[in-house]
């Protein structure tokens, strides 16, 4: 057995070369691991034809594999997919899933072709989806169904017992997140704000200004719904707690970080950013 992951990157203020997560469990179980800049050079697929695979399988691998590599396993490469396909195929299935106000999510098992995942599914486990459940606390959840399904899906290629069924055309794409994506428009109604927040955190993170400054919102709580109350992104004061008017309903701000600060709760906004008790957020 062989692991192929990412090379060592800077990380940390003193920008110290440092090995995936994946590449210090590799060399704890004492699996030989490969770190190419890209699985599809010539050297790493030489190396991996020299091995008479007999499958391939990734997850959260971050690169699109070449026919050269998709062929060498005599039984296929597999990937591991966050949704429940053809759902929310691309690069942030869990992100637009909570985006876009979903209940229930899962995972997939299939076999990869040249597409993004579009090929043949093998095997899916359903998981819901928490009403406040962030992005962060939904990807741990399905990372152990993940773990369990891969397991699942090589013991039964191996003993032939799935049958690939071809993907549906169609569904919700997952593309990646870029920075505007995060930006909260103070309009929407509170339930999708809310979601936006949750399905950002903790990163990248929605994102919001006060006074001009960026701030970062990491948690929100719905508190009224179907109300109109002051201006969208305006501070209305209920017992110490930071609610902000939305374009429909209200939402309380329960945790988040100023530019240079650290992540705070509501409370503690109201106390040291906004002590005269009014202002507006997006501004």
């Given at each position: 057995m062989v692991v192929v992951?990412?090379?060592?990157?800077?990380?940390?203020?003193?920008?110290?070369?440092?090995p995936p997560p994946v590449k210090l469990a590799a060399l704890e179980l004492g699996l030989h691991c490969l770190q190419p800049r890209s699985i599809n050079e010539q050297g790493c697929v030489e190396f991996l034809r020299s091995l008479a695979l007999d499958l391939l399988v990734t997850a959260a691998f971050g690169q699109l594999l070449r026919p050269v590599v998709l062929r060498l396993p005599r039984l296929g490469c597999v990937n591991v997919h966050a949704s429940l396909l053809p759902r929310y195929r691309g690069a942030a299935p869990i992100n637009w899933a909570i985006i876009n106000g979903e209940r229930e999510t899962g995972v997939t098992t299939f076999l990869m072709d040249e597409g993004m995942d579009t090929g043949p599914i093998l095997l899916q486990r359903r998981a819901e989806i928490g009403p406040d459940e962030t992005?962060?606390?939904?990807?741990?959840r399905l990372s152990r169904l993940g773990a369990a399904l891969a397991v699942d899906t090589v013991e039964k290629l191996w003993r032939g017992e799935i049958q690939p069924t071809p993907q549906p055309p169609n569904g919700p794409l997952a593309p990646k997140l870029h920075q505007e994506d995060g930006r909260i428009r103070w309009e929407w109604e509170a339930r999708r704000i809310h979601n936006l927040v949750r399905g950002l955190s903790p990163k990248p993170g929605a994102f919001t200004t006060w006074q001009g400054n960026f701030v970062k919102i990491l948690r929100t709580k719905v508190v009224e719904e179907g109300v109109k109350m002051g201006q969208p992104g305006s501070l209305l004061l209920r017992r110490d707690k930071l609610v902000v008017a939305t374009g429909l309903g209200l939402l309380e701000i329960c945790e988040l970080q100023p530019a240079g600060c650290r992540c705070i709760s509501g409370r503690d906004f109201l106390n040291g950013y906004c002590r005269q008790g009014f202002g507006r957020f997006g501004e």
């Open positions: 992951t990412q090379p060592d990157r800077p990380a940390g203020r003193g920008l110290k070369l440092t992005a962060g606390e939904l990807e741990e």
